[in-house]
């Protein structure tokens, strides 16, 4: 991975307004600042931004790119009320986002919530969605997927070392697939914090688990899908438990025209966009 000091990208705040005040979202911005072709990439569950750092370095040459830190994730504000992480205000700081770059279209990348967000997003009214990547997510989300996913979000973990935050990230991500030490390493650097005590914590807010734990269950978001206009990238890892063979097969029979389905061999829940097979679907699919 390239290092903090050559990494062509300029770090962004936003106040954004939600139920209980103001917050602010932190995001990274790539390529020409007055490049009217814009696409917003956005992390899943527990992640953050500079999961995309290799995909919007190569979307950059074509395009600008802007990867925000969902609220509560990252480098961006924690909620002061937990309760009010949901997709109501993802999708209004979103929106936030979106009139901040002045583009009157743009293109989204979303790796599972991310992929949500951006699927409520474009089933909207007069939404300025162009193209949308939908990573390892869809209208229908399994009952079992979530319950593995409660197992670690949101667990208050304090680790003594890089390394061991590394190792924990190792275990639970396992899905991603084959990713190289230096992948390994560049997720695990970006997704520390320090905590009070001086020991190293994972870069969330576990308050983000209070709503996601609220009754699992089965999510059916076929409405939603049948909603959206906008030509459909659908990523899915092979071997996901979150992303259904079967429903990927009626998410590509049922997509707007112009929609693609590719699958990676070897990955589960989710691809990680650092493989090459990977950054050239995305980027064919964006800026062909």
Not at 46 to 63: E, G, H, K, P, V
Not at 144 to 160: N, S
Not at 165 to 172: G, I, K, P, Y
Request: include cysteine.
């Amino acid at each position: 991975m390239p290092s903090a000091s050559t990494q062509p990208f300029a770090s962004r705040r936003l106040a954004c307004l939600g139920p209980h005040g103001f917050h602010r979202i932190a995001y990274t911005q790539w390529g020409d600042p007055d490049n009217a072709h814009v696409v917003i990439c956005v992390h899943g569950l527990t992640r953050n931004s500079r999961d995309f750092d290799l995909l919007a370095q190569r979307l950059a040459r074509r395009a600008r790119v802007l990867c925000p830190d969902v609220a509560g994730r990252g480098a961006s504000d924690w909620l002061s009320h937990p309760e009010d992480y949901g997709y109501p205000l993802y999708l209004s700081d979103m929106a936030a986002l979106m009139a901040r770059c002045g583009a009157e279209r743009v293109d989204w990348v979303g790796t599972s919530m991310g992929g949500l967000i951006g699927m409520l997003m474009a089933a909207q009214s007069g939404n300025p969605i162009r193209r949308l990547v939908v990573n390892d997510v869809g209208p229908f989300i399994p009952k079992a997927a979530l319950e593995r996913i409660a197992t670690y979000v949101g667990v208050e973990a304090r680790f003594d070392s890089p390394a061991a935050l590394e190792a924990h990230l190792r275990r639970v991500h396992e899905p991603f697939g084959p990713l190289s030490d230096a992948q390994w390493a560049h997720l695990a650097a970006h997704s520390t914090r320090t905590r009070p005590d001086g020991s190293l914590g994972l870069a969330y807010d576990p308050g983000i688990a209070n709503a996601f734990r609220t009754a699992i269950s089965d999510v059916d978001l076929w409405p939603v899908w049948r909603a959206m206009a906008a030509p459909v990238l659908i990523t899915r890892g092979a071997q996901s438990d979150l992303l259904l063979a079967d429903t990927a097969r009626r998410m590509i029979d049922t997509a707007p025209p112009g929609s693609r389905l590719v699958e990676f061999e070897g990955i589960g829940h989710a691809p990680t966009f650092m493989a090459e097979d990977q950054l050239a679907a995305v980027e064919a699919f964006l800026l062909d």
